[in-house]
């Protein structure tokens, strides 16, 4: 069993920064691909983006650059670093461990999913 655990979600303004961090209280990434998604109010859960045990990176369109995703393997934290957010960005923002050692855009090919962190960006 893996238990993740988001922090770091707020309250900003449009053009504002926040960083959003994922660690484990039980269990371990492991090799495996993490990723980031995110759902807002009425909206299917979407992906964000992903990074696999190497660091290379996978984003969704809508990222546009904004976004940046790291990890720290040794200490099994995870990161989302948004920058110039706009307030279509609002949304419960989850991490969740893929299957396996590829970032996957399906959230079916992740097994373990953290309990999410709002982000709320008002205009």
């Known amino acids: 069993q893996v238990q993740l655990a988001e922090s770091g979600g707020g309250l900003v303004q449009a053009g504002d920064s926040l960083r959003l961090s994922c660690i484990t209280s039980?269990?371990?990434?492991?090799?495996?691909?993490m990723g980031w998604f995110r759902q807002a109010p009425g909206k299917e859960r979407k992906f964000v983006g992903g990074i696999n045990w190497g660091g290379h990176n996978t984003y969704a369109k809508f990222v546009k650059g904004r976004f940046i995703i790291s990890r720290d393997n040794a200490k099994n934290a995870l990161f989302l670093q948004m920058n110039t957010l706009k307030p279509e960005d609002t949304a419960v923002y989850y991490c969740a461990r893929a299957t396996s050692s590829r970032v996957s855009t399906i959230e079916w090919d992740y097994d373990y999913w953290g309990q999410g962190t709002q982000v709320t960006v008002s205009s």
């Open positions: 039980r269990g371990t990434f492991g090799r495996n691909a």
